[in-house]
């Protein structure tokens, strides 16, 4: 086992967590991500093979679905990013590249980005100052690519909680979006 | 003065404030322009052009003339409107456009040159002579022009920003707007209610007859607390709908802690709201307009609607005895509510010889006021009588009833054109309206009560049945249905001045002189004289302007047509369009992995692409940045520096047609590159102008990682999945963006591979036989950490790039500092980088500037003939060619401390610098500490026919004029031995 120590997007060594007023905004670095993208003409092969991986079928447009031990969700046409614990899948990106063979093209995406949890009661109140998505229409299992405080991200709307997925070397920024638009509402 | 009883305030609780330096008492509930009336006070603020003395004219928004500054310091907020203001206590207003004081006004001298000061006054009289607009008229103007103030203090409250869904936006909270929102929140569609008051009712608020034997004010708390608990209705007071946008989007601003006096910690003063709207509801209702008589625009005088609401709804009444002038029934409502709240009116002035009998006052049907006294308030009316007699009254206050406009600026944003409606002498909304707007109530032209109630629920369940909701109509409340009875009127003809736009000082006068000198489209009146043009947007003074200059065309108001109504309905700070995006938080920030540790270091940062990046790293005792950087360049030349790189653009890809796909990318071959091995490549845009550089390094045979400059990242991906989408969809690639995903430095100088051994595992051989320049491949380090290594090199030494996953950077800057201590390891900067690459020749962003071809840049042979890639063919244009092209070549000072400047254009000695004689320009300079000497890079043209020769470079801008040697553009080791070592 290597000896250099990971620091958080954050730029600590333990995650941040703030609470204000019912929300609670959590830095989760202990996520691993390797994007899958089918190869031209073996689409359906690549999904028979992420289903089996998954234990689920990959999740449509827009969606989210969560499997025994893996999670993925849609981020383009035939594309997906699976998501796992990071103490038990360091090396995701071999082990679905091993699944999907020569079917898709798999890239570690661990590193690309800084991931939120939000939990709390009036989530949409707090995520309507963030980004354009309509929280009210979102139900558990959606997936959707937006636009926060100009930066690309991804939210997934679970049944109590929100994950955020942000890049990573704009972790503070997005931060202080959450931490101000927070204490705008709350 | 305030009435004994009534009004919709807290009488047990006094709020106290301050106007032109005088302390006033008013309660909650109050705006600044009631508390002010109730306290005695018409005189609020002075005209635009003019100065004429000036109060309210009307109860809201669309005031013109009672602006005020609010606060101080960073906070004072200029063209405030009075009658919107809700008082707090402390809140203190200072008038504007008023010197020295607001009861003596200097410029007030403007009234009396009043025949000169005339509609195109400006036009006519500042046009000669022509040299004196700059330097004398235009300064003047300036400071005479203008409307308030602005700090020049930041603002220190914050402002945010968001975006809302709904299925129903309902604009305005009057009767229209409540019953429709009832109708839509029973009906389970998603509602958004916004009204701009903090008080939602509208004009139920300001009228005394009763709903369902209710008063209106009661019966709209009423609704208003049963839409509370509905949980799909979003309730927004306080929110001003501003604009409507394309595809059913609205813009709107919620001022949030307006009503405050400072707001509260952590929450926004206001907020811009996107709300998206599947249908939308008008309920806007209507405003009331003025007629023009003479001197029509004292403190005192306002709209009839304005002295009913303020008698009404704040208990107020501007004197003790007022007069009402109407053209239609409503005066005679007005009449009649003050009447009943005990306020003496000397009579009603009745345009209408017809006019229906009024009680309580004496009515004078058939008269018109053609005059007014009082110099800073009103202290009398003249009125001409029908017998044509003329007759003094006595009054301070007078209410004007010209008729209703319904609301129609919103229908408008999209270019939709009203049409007259006779029935009630007004416009009403027509043409393509927004997309999903449909219109109810007053703004409709709908004016009774019963009307607007029923309107609202029936357009309500229409816009629901669109949306496939089923929606039942609650039971109407029974309410006043009262016909419009309106006789139009718009100007007493006069040979004084009469006023239409009273915020632009705009005049009947001014109308007819637009009409004699030809200006008589709509559009070329209002830009003639400014009617409309002020911050209210003329809501209470075009009808009047169209409707005069009708009568003078002998058209009729239809034909005349209406200008066009723009967003903002009202004005927007522009600090809430900003929102949270001020200062630092302008745009995003990128933090490097090694940012945390480079900071402990004291290093200077640099934005680059939005990137911190480390500029130079001083030490102790280094008082110049050119020390330090020195130092790091010489200390890399010498030993082995090191050098975040993280920042240049990584892109992944994949797939069986990955090689062709780069191959067609760049204009260099890649198809044949080994696996294990990294190439230079050279990106052209389809025009054949150099896009981008860097290299690909090809992990396997169906994977490639590219590389792009740090500023191009983003372009360059974007360009490639053009590509990839669009120009080729038939080939298997897959793109994805991996620069985020690596942390990666430069470890570059003769030392370089020693360091690294100490890194990176021994089961990796990095000797220079098995890992020659130009290899790559995945590796680990530190006892099994998973890295790439390349072995390129920007500074021109041996050197490596080292990459492991992002988590680790941080520890692997240490890791390398740490082991590369007995080689004195130099962290070096984005600087010193700069004056290595200038060293070596190589070509960045100052070179790739847009404008330059690959022939330039010394790579011309690298656009192949033997495959078509993007650009190709059109590099190869003949203009791009010639012989005396541009050529990237060095250039050294005859004496080596003499300074190059950067963009300095080449010229022969003892030419003139002018453009004719200009031969190329320099585009990266820099002092060389290898050299010991300044050098530059450039392009010159047919440079490398010129090696040797002496020019200048000279810039026009700093004065300098250098006399330079033209020199390889590879000033240290140009044959590539240190790479290669």
Redesign the interface.
């Known amino acids: ?8 997007a954050l ?1 600590a060594s333990e995650p941040r967590t703030d609470t204000i007023g019912p929300i609670r905004i959590t830095e989760a ?1 202990d996520w691993a991500l390797a ?1 899958v ?1 089918a ?3 073996q689409e359906a092969t690549c999904q028979t093979a992420l289903r089996k991986l998954l234990g689920t079928p990959a999740p449509g447009v827009a969606a989210q679905a969560s499997g025994p031990v893996l999670s993925a969700f849609w981020i383009g046409p035939h ?1 997906w990013m699976f998501e796992a614990p990071y103490a038990t899948h360091p090396d995701l990106a071999q082990q679905v590249k091993a699944a999907c063979a020569d079917t898709a ?1 798999v ?7 800084v991931r939120f949890e939000l939990t709390g009661r009036d989530l949409p109140r707090l995520m ?7 929280m ?2 979102m139900q558990a299992g959606h997936a959707r690519r937006s636009v926060i ?3 690309g991200c991804y939210v997934i709307r679970h049944e109590d909680s929100i994950t955020l997925y942000g ?8 931060h ?2 959450l931490i ?2 927070a ?2 509402v709350f | 003065m305030r009435l004994k009883a009534g009004g919709q305030i807290d009488r047990d609780t006094k709020l106290s404030f301050r106007f032109d330096g005088k302390h006033y008492k008013g309660h909650p509930g109050d705006t600044l322009a009631s508390a002010l009336l109730a306290n005695g006070v018409r005189l609020m603020g002075r005209s635009f052009k003019y100065h004429r003395p000036r109060g309210v004219l009307t109860a809201g928004s669309d005031e013109p003339n009672a602006l005020v500054e609010l606060r101080s310091g960073g906070r004072q907020e200029p063209n405030t409107r009075a009658t919107v203001v809700e008082l707090f206590d402390g809140l203190h207003a200072a008038p504007q456009n008023a010197w020295p004081s607001l009861r003596f006004d200097a410029l007030a001298i403007n009234d009396k040159l009043s025949n000169f000061l005339t509609a195109g006054f400006y036009y006519k009289t500042f046009m000669w002579p022509a040299a004196f607009w700059e330097k004398l008229y235009e300064p003047i103007i300036r400071r005479a022009a203008g409307l308030g103030s602005i700090t020049t203090q930041p603002d220190p409250d ?1 402002y ?6 709904c299925d129903l936006l309902i604009i305005g909270a009057g009767p229209s707007g409540l019953m429709a929102a009832l109708t839509a929140g029973r009906a389970g569609a ?1 509602v958004i209610l916004a009204d701009e008051d903090f008080r939602m009712g509208g004009r139920l608020n300001a009228e005394s007859y009763a709903i369902s034997e209710m008063a209106g004010s009661d019966w709209a708390a009423q609704i208003v607390a049963e839409l509370v608990s509905l949980p799909n209705v979003r309730l927004m007071p306080r929110t001003t709908v501003f604009g409507a946008f394309d595809h059913g989007i609205y813009g709107a601003v919620e001022r949030v802690s307006d009503h405050l006096p400072v707001p509260q ?4 003063r206001q ?1 811009l709201w ?1 709300i ?1 709207t599947r249908r939308t509801l008008l309920c806007a209702g209507a405003l009331e307009r003025p007629i023009a008589f003479a001197n029509n625009d004292r403190p005192g005088i306002m709209t009839a609607s304005a002295l009913r609401a303020y008698v009404n709804r704040w208990a107020v009444s501007p004197a003790e005895t007022v007069a009402v002038f109407t053209n239609n029934d409503d005066g005679h409502r007005t009449a009649a509510d003050l009447i009943a709240k005990g306020v003496k009116v000397a009579a009603l002035i009745d345009t209408r010889p017809d006019a229906p009998k009024a009680a309580g006052t004496e009515l004078l049907a058939g008269a018109q006021v053609i005059d007014t006294s009082g110099r800073l308030g009103l202290t009398g009316v003249t009125v001409k009588l029908a017998n044509g007699q003329t007759r003094k009254l006595a009054c301070g206050a007078l209410g004007v009833s010209g008729g209703w406009n319904p609301n129609v600026s919103l229908t408008c944003h999209q270019r939709g054109r009203p049409a007259w409606e006779e029935r009630i002498a007004a416009f009403v909304p027509a043409g393509d309206l927004p997309q999903g707007m449909i219109v109810a109530g007053a703004a409709g032209g709908q004016f009774s009560t019963h009307a607007t109630l029923a309107g609202g629920a029936e357009k309500a369940a229409q816009a629901l049945t669109d949306l496939g909701i089923t929606a039942t109509k609650p039971d109407l409340p029974q309410a006043e249905d009262a016909p419009t009875r309106i006789t139009p009127f718009w100007h007493v003809k006069s040979d004084k001045r009469a006023w239409l736009d009273f915020q632009n000082d705009v005049t009947v006068k001014d109308v007819k002189l637009a009409h004699q000198e030809g200006f008589r489209s709509v559009e070329h009146l209002k830009r003639y004289t400014t009617l409309g043009m002020a911050t209210d947007q003329g809501k209470t003074s075009n009808m009047g302007g169209l409707a005069i200059m009708a009568e003078l065309t002998g058209q009729s108001i239809a034909q005349t047509g209406t200008t066009m109504f723009r967003p903002p309905y009202t004005p927007v700070a522009m600090g809430v369009l900003a929102g ?2 001020t200062g630092q ?1 302008f ?7 090694s ?2 540790w480079a900071k402990e270091q004291g290093a200077v940062f640099v934005e680059v692409g ?2 911190l990046r480390a500029q130079w790293f001083p030490r102790k005792g280094e008082t110049t940045w050119r020390e330090s950087v020195d130092r790091e360049v010489s200390a890399t030349r010498a030993s082995v520096g090191v050098c975040d790189v ?1 920042t240049l653009g990584k892109i ?1 890809v ?4 990955a090689a062709e796909f780069l191959n067609r990318s760049y204009c260099n071959a890649f198809a044949k590159l080994p696996v294990g091995r990294v190439r230079y490549g050279l990106m052209l845009r389809e025009d054949g102008i150099a896009f981008d550089d860097g290299t690909a390094a090809r992990l396997a045979e ?2 490639f990682v590219v590389t792009t400059t740090t500023a191009n990242a983003v372009p360059v991906y974007r360009h490639m999945e053009f590509a990839r989408q669009c120009l080729w969809p ?5 793109l ?8 990666q430095y430069a470890i570059a100088g003769p030392n370089a591979r020693k360091l690294l051994q100490k890194i990176v595992d021994p089961a990796f051989d990095i000797s220079n036989d098995a890992f020659p320049f130009m290899a790559c491949a995945e590796i ?6 998973p890295a790439r290594l390349f072995r390129i090199s920007f500074s021109g030494e041996l050197a490596y790039e080292l990459a ?9 800057i240490r ?1 390398i500092m740490a082991e590369g201590a007995e080689f004195d390891v130099t962290p070096y900067g984005t600087e010193a980088l700069g004056v290595m690459r200038i060293e070596k020749g190589h070509a960045a962003g100052n070179e790739l500037n847009g404008q330059t071809t690959a022939l330039n840049l010394g790579m011309g042979r690298m656009v192949s003939e033997k495959k078509d890639s993007i650009g190709a063919v059109l590099s190869r244009r003949e203009g791009l060619s010639t012989a005396d092209a541009l050529k990237l070549v060095g250039f050294r000072p005859k004496n080596p401390q003499s300074r190059i400047p950067a963009g300095a254009h080449l010229l022969e000695k003892g030419a003139k610098m002018i453009v004719a004689n200009d031969l190329g320009y320099v585009t990266s300079a820099c002092y060389s500490p290898t050299l010991e000497s300044y050098i530059a890079i450039g392009f010159l043209k047919n440079g490398q026919a010129r090696m040797g020769e002496t020019l200048r470079a000279a810039s026009p801008l700093t004065g300098e004029d250098v006399e330079i040697e033209i020199v390889s553009a590879h000033f240290v080791d140009p044959e590539g031995d240190r790479l290669r070592a």
Not at chain 2, 654 to 657: A, E, I, L, P, R
Not at chain 2, 737 to 743: I, N, V
Not at chain 2, 804 to 812: F, K, M, N
Request: net charge neutral; with cysteine.
């Open positions: 086992m290597h000896d250099l120590a990971p620091m958080t730029g670095p994007s993208a190869r031209l003409g594309i093209s890239t570690d995406q661990t590193g690309a980005w309507e100052r963030l980004c354009n998505l309509d009210g229409a405080e100009h930066l890049p990573r070397s704009s972790a503070q920024t997005l202080h979006a101000t638009a204490r705008s | 914050p945010d920003k968001g975006f809302l869904h998603r910690t952590g929450k926004p907020t996107r998206y949270r995006s938080d745009r995003p920030t990128r933090l490097t992995p940012h945390h939005m990137w993280t992944d994949q797939g069986t047609d169906d994977h038939d080939m298997d690639v897959q994805i963006s991996t620069t985020e995903a690596w942390a680990t380090v530190c006892n099994g950490c492991v996953p992002t988590r680790y950077g941080d520890a692997l890791r």
